[in-house]
């Protein structure tokens, strides 16, 4: 029985997704920022989003990416820095709404319906130049061009998904449990200038690194 993929040079890739998916970036950065503005619910369905986001980049992928990227940078220069525009639009909405509460023209804040949650974590992720770094660059090594490149592509995918969104869990649950004290209108401010600066700095690292 042939397998899909060579145990060693999966094993080689598993540990690359594991450094990667742990290593604070855009979608980290991201999850944090929504868990604790949104809670619990709103992360985990970011997270979902932005997952969803990676299994089209797969199914590009699949039908040449690099290629693609060659043929048409224009396009993907565009779908990054559209991608951290929008992220930097909510981290400025955020610094304005704490501005506004400190003034005091704004009674308690409501948690933002948690199915935008997909929305900007699909949005944040199908833009993040990261992820077409890692499609262009981090992935191809990994295939074996002997083999066929669907099931290859499928077991990549697993891997990267499953440490992507235990990762990803992470960063955003530890970001909303802080926002249980988010009843507070002091820490509550200071949290919406927190989530503002993370907004930001997830939209500079995506800008930059693209």
């Known amino acids: 029985m042939i397998l899909p993929v060579d145990p060693a040079r999966y094993a080689t890739f598993l540990g690359v997704m594991a450094v990667m998916a742990v290593t604070p ?116 090594p990994f295939l074996d061009p002997h083999r066929p490149l669907a099931p290859q592509l499928a077991c990549f995918a697993c891997g990267t998904i499953g440490f992507d969104v235990i990762s990803m869990s992470a960063y955003g649950l530890g970001g909303a449990a802080l926002a249980r004290k988010m009843a507070q209108p002091r820490f509550r401010r200071g949290f919406q200038l927190v989530v503002g600066v993370l907004l930001i700095t997830a939209a500079a690292l995506m800008a930059l690194r693209h």
Do not use: C
Not at 67 to 83: E, K, N, R, S, T
């Open 25 to 140: 970036g855009p979608a980290n950065v991201f999850a944090i920022a929504i868990g604790a503005e949104r809670g619990k619910r709103a992360a985990l369905i970011a997270v979902a989003g932005m997952n969803s986001a990676t299994l089209v980049w797969f199914g590009v992928a699949a039908l040449g990416l690099g290629a693609a990227v060659l043929a048409f940078p224009q396009v993907f220069h565009l779908i990054a820095y559209a991608g951290a525009a929008y992220v930097a639009w909510l981290g400025l909405k955020s610094l304005l709404a704490a501005r506004i509460e400190t003034l005091g023209e704004l009674k308690p804040a409501s948690i933002q319906p948690s199915a935008r949650a997909w929305r900007d974590g699909f949005t944040v992720q199908i833009s993040n130049p990261k992820a077409i770094l890692f499609f262009t660059a981090v992935l191809p």
